[in-house]
């Protein structure tokens, strides 16, 4: 099976693509919800004047603390075996590898996201 995981840069798109279909939230107004628990949520990006509220927006594309969110959630419901990321310095980017996924982006944050979300499509 083929996923057209590269296209997706860094942003709003691609946290919002992994806070639904990764993390099952639900989006209700500029919140992100759990629904086996309304209690925690995060904020949604870019929709809202951050001052307002004292949520963190959830930004795993950009933000390594919340990018490991993702990363946890894959490896417990996909049982993943095999995990490791690093800086490849010949190509100038980071390679993200999940089982037999592998992504290269410039960051360890969209490396991690995109081989996290291409692991979480795969059988």
Partial sequence: MSVGIKRYQAGPELDTIL???VMGWIRINEYWFDPNDLNASYGVRYTHNSGDY???DFEPSTKMEMTWIIV???ME???IKNFSLSYNS???NWQAQFDSVLIHAQTPQLA???ASY???LTT
Avoid: I, M, P
């Fill in 77 to 79: 419901t996909k049982r």
């Fill in 90 to 92: 010949d190509k100038q």
């Fill in 19 to 21: 806070a639904e279909k």
């Fill in 72 to 74: 946890f959630k894959v």
């Fill in 112 to 114: 991690l996201c995109l």
């Fill in 54 to 56: 004292d949520f963190d």
């Fill in 118 to 120: 291409k692991r979480y």
